[in-house]
């Protein structure tokens, strides 16, 4: 077996390392820093993203892609400004790739708002299992990088570091995880959901599902010793991979919904904003001369599944109270707390009748502002909340698979604006 690019405890020693030094972190949780990222990436958004995005070749190692993950997760960076900002210095044909790896989490977050009984059965699912699945041992080995493959341990060890994994790593670790080590894929969906800063409720179930060939039914995704080899610059080799993936089964799906009716907002009732992790950037969702009476900011750590994106989130709402006050003319308090105790609080306090949000798609957000909504309307409070024009352009073309939604890339970038050249 060869040497291991990140071996032992060497992860977490590194990061220690990092942190002993002051060194800055991988993620500067600010939209600066996110705009700073995108603006060295926007040169290499084309061939070199081409030949290289597949690549991971180490968590030390300058990398072909963008690393923009969770300044998009969070929305402090846009979608819309992001592919902007590529077909700005390149043609469609030649940052095609990038545009369309944008595009795949506008796509994951479309089709599951039009399903997101999705999200309500993957938690149902991964609550079973963690009761069900008896070998512990086998599980926290897994988590731990103790079962002696080559890679999927180094990668174990950097997720639980650093909070991230190349996109290509993922895929392996979530095959491996299935069809090798043959453990219950949500429980593997769970871990990643517990470590990756960019954790998000569509991407990484609807990631997970693909692999294990629930997503398109039939369709599996195989790691194989020669692709990892080949794709980590001959890091890593493992032996003893499964050499077949069979789907995994589930009970049928119900058919798409159609997306969800909001109501508008009115700009001259007086408005208490709503900042949540779902959409840190709301200068660019909401008008600027409604008439804000004060701001929201939520940190509510129970929203969230682990340490790294709770604390990226932390200082990220820090970054979004002091934006939101120079913006929008308004104070900007935070919150511990997402619920309607909280809202119906601030609402009064600062002579708000109406609370109003950028929309928070299928996860633990939207499901609080369900919960707080009939509570809110019952104090003659309407919880309204804002979507994007990207999000209405692009999610109701998500009933299918991304094949035929990419199909339609061109005309609807040029809908919004966008070069489709």
């Known amino acids: ?223 194989t010793a020669d692709n990892i080899a080949r794709y980590t610059n001959g890091r890593f080799a493992p032996k003893g991979l499964a050499e077949q993936a069979e789907p995994l089964s589930e009970a049928a799906m119900e058919p798409a919904q159609p997306m969800p009716q909001l109501a508008p907002l009115n700009p001259r009732t007086p408005a208490l904003l709503l900042v949540t992790p779902e959409d840190m950037h709301p200068e660019s969702a909401l008008p600027r001369d409604a008439d804000w009476r004060a701001a929201l900011i939520v940190n509510d750590a129970s929203l969230l599944w682990g340490d790294g994106a709770r604390e990226f989130v932390r200082a990220a709402s820090a970054d979004a109270g002091m934006r939101v006050t120079d913006h929008f003319g308004c104070s900007a308090n935070p919150a511990a707390r997402l619920d309607a105790a909280t809202l119906i609080g601030a609402a009064h306090g600062s002579g708000a009748q109406q609370v109003v949000t950028a929309f928070a798609p299928v996860g633990p957000v939207a499901d609080a502002l369900t919960q707080a909504a009939p509570v809110l309307a019952a104090e003659g409070i309407p919880l309204v909340q804002v979507r994007r024009e990207w999000d209405d352009i692009f999610w109701p073309h998500a009933r299918k698979g991304f094949f035929p939604f990419k199909q339609q890339m061109p005309r609807l970038l040029a809908e919004i604006g966008m070069p489709g050249r």
Not at 113 to 122: D, K, L, T, Y
Not at 135 to 145: M, Y
Not at 190 to 200: G, M, P, Q, T, V
Request: charged fraction near 20%; include cysteine.
């Open 1 to 223: 077996m060869a040497v291991s690019a990140v071996s032992g405890g060497a992860a977490t020693a590194a990061k220690a390392a990092r942190q002993a030094m002051r060194e800055p972190p991988l993620f500067p949780p600010t939209r600066t820093a996110g705009l700073n990222r995108l603006a060295a990436f926007v040169p290499h958004a084309g061939a070199d993203y081409a030949m290289g995005r597949n690549t991971d070749p180490g968590p030390d190692a300058p990398a072909a892609v963008s690393r923009l993950s969770p300044y998009l997760r969070y929305r402090l960076l846009i979608e819309q400004e992001t592919a902007g900002a590529v077909l700005a210095e390149h043609s469609l044909h030649a940052c095609e790739k990038y545009v369309q790896e944008v595009l795949w989490r506008t796509y994951w977050k479309g089709w599951l708002e039009m399903r997101p009984q999705v999200w309500a059965r993957f938690v149902a699912e991964r609550d079973r299992q963690r009761e069900a699945f008896r070998d512990t041992r086998a599980i926290a080995d897994a988590e731990a990088g103790r079962t002696g493959i080559e890679g999927f341990d180094d990668w174990a060890r950097e997720l639980v570091a650093t909070g991230y994994l190349h996109n290509h790593a993922r895929m392996w670790f979530a095959s491996i995880w299935i069809f090798t080590l043959r453990l219950p894929w949500a429980l593997g969906a769970d871990f990643f959901l517990r470590h990756l800063i960019d954790a998000d409720a569509a991407s990484n179930t609807l990631s997970w599902r693909w692999v294990a060939g629930l997503q398109t039914a039939g369709k599996t995704y195989l790691a």
